[in-house]
Every structure is written in structure tokens, then in C-alpha cells.
């Protein structure tokens, strides 16, 4: 089946340091990949996207690659700020018909950012 | 602003009570979802409904139901038969045929009294 596997948390970094969050999929077929972020007492945005191998997405100083020969889709920022801290769910989307009722998502990964 | 508002923020359930999870979107979505997120568990897919008046059963449906009378509502009703309600519930839209591109809600918190 289709499942996504985070590095497990939480994690502390100081401001400007980097930031690397792993994730790798097991799917069939060709998935979609994306990462979720949820600020506190919040509910989940989209940060970024990538449908296919090799797809880069970026958004905010985030960025994360598809990588279809590792099967990862790793999150990275080159400087964090205080204002980052949230918790970090990467997901999948299979690649067949149908809407987002199949969006596998990881367990989510808290982040803490200090001054 | 286009948008998607849950209520309450916070809700408190009793023993044998049925409690219901409003979730309004104004975005013309025409998919809505309801999710259960526990501590550490990640999302847990409850219901999800792709037009008015059809919905489905997502991984956790049991002690839970919803209705879909309007495009931009999709209650959710907790019942008594959901023995560990306690949870942080999010609701989402989307358009059905943009896989995975979803909006969320600012979610309820509820607790068993």
C-alpha cells in the first residue's frame, strides 16, 4: 500500500540555522508528493507541491525535491526564523483517479525555532 | 476573503452526549473531508464527501456521522457510540479533481467532560 515515513521529533534549531526534515514514500504508480505545515492552534496549509520525478517545489524558502531513484521528497531551508516553528506533515497523493480522500499523510514533525 | 470556519473552537462532551462540529466553506469547493488528528498519529480520514447530498466513509467512519444538504456546509455529529472522542477534528475542501491540494480549517478541540 502507500504509506509516508517522517523523521520522528520534535526538533530544536536557533535561528538561521538550516533545516533538513526527511521523508520517503512507499506507493505504486506515479504519486504526488507535498508538504503540510500547521502553526499552533491552527489547522494545515499547503507549503509546497511536486507531481513528478525530479519536480522541485518551493515556497516561503522552503524547497523539496522528488527524488523517484531514493523515493524522498526531504524538506530543506537554508535559515529558519522564530516564525517557523510549526509542526511539518509530509503526504502523498497516489497517482490514480479520484479526489483527495486517498492523501496518505506522515505522523508530522514539531519544530521549534529559538532566538 | 474565501475561506473555510469551523465552530466551536473548543467543545466539551458528556457521557451518552451527541455533539455536533459545524464546518462552512465559501470557496466553491465542491469536495469537503473531516479529519481526526491524536497527538503524534498524524491525519486519520473520517468522512469526505465529493457533491451535495453524497458522502462516504473514510478510514474511521464508526461513532461518527455527517450530512451534506448544501455545498458549503458539512457538519460533523460525534455520537455517543464514539467511545474515546477526545481529539482535534479538521475539516477540508477542495476541488475534487485537484488531488491533494486541500484547505483547511482552524479546527475544534473536543473533550469529554
Known amino acids: 500500500g502507500n504509506s509516508v515515513t517522517q523523521m520522528e521529533g520534535p526538533v530544536t534549531l536557533s535561528e538561521e540555522a538550516f533545516l533538513t526534515i526527511n521523508c520517503t514514500y512507499t506507493a505504486t504508480g506515479y504519486p504526488s508528493l507535498f508538504w503540510y505545515v500547521q502553526y499552533p492552534g491552527e489547522g494545515l496549509q499547503l507549503l509546497l507541491k511536486?507531481?513528478?520525478?525530479?519536480d522541485k517545489g518551493s515556497n516561503k524558502g522552503f524547497e523539496a525535491t522528488y527524488r523517484k531513484e531514493t523515493t524522498s521528497f526531504h524538506l530543506e531551508k537554508g535559515s529558519v526564523q522564530v516564525s517557523d516553528s510549526a509542526v511539518y506533515f509530509c503526504?502523498?497523493?497516489?497517482?490514480?483517479?479520484?479526489?483527495?480522500?486517498?492523501?496518505?499523510f506522515g505522523k508530522g514533525m514539531k519544530l521549534t525555532v529559538n532566538p | 476573503d474565501g475561506g473555510i470556519t469551523q465552530s466551536p473552537k473548543y467543545l466539551f462532551r458528556k457521557e451518552g452526549q451527541n455533539v455536533t462540529l459545524s464546518c462552512e466553506q465559501n470557496?466553491?469547493?465542491?469536495?469537503m473531508y473531516w479529519y481526526r488528528q491524536d497527538p503524534g498519529q498524524g491525519l486519520r480520514l473520517i468522512y469526505y464527501s465529493q457533491i451535495v447530498n453524497d458522502f462516504q466513509k473514510g478510514d474511521i467512519a464508526e461513532g461518527y456521522s455527517v450530512s451534506r444538504e448544501k455545498m458549503e456546509s458539512f457538519p460533523l455529529t460525534v455520537t455517543s457510540a464514539q467511545k474515546n472522542p477526545t481529539a482535534f477534528y479538521l475539516c477540508a475542501s477542495s476541488i475534487y479533481e485537484d488531488s491533494g491540494k486541500l484547505f483547511f480549517g482552524s479546527g475544534t478541540q473536543l473533550s469529554v467532560l
Open positions: 470557496l466553491n469547493h465542491d469536495a
Open positions: 503526504a502523498l497523493s497516489p497517482g490514480t483517479q479520484g479526489g483527495s480522500e486517498k492523501l496518505v
Open positions: 511536486a507531481t513528478k520525478a525530479d
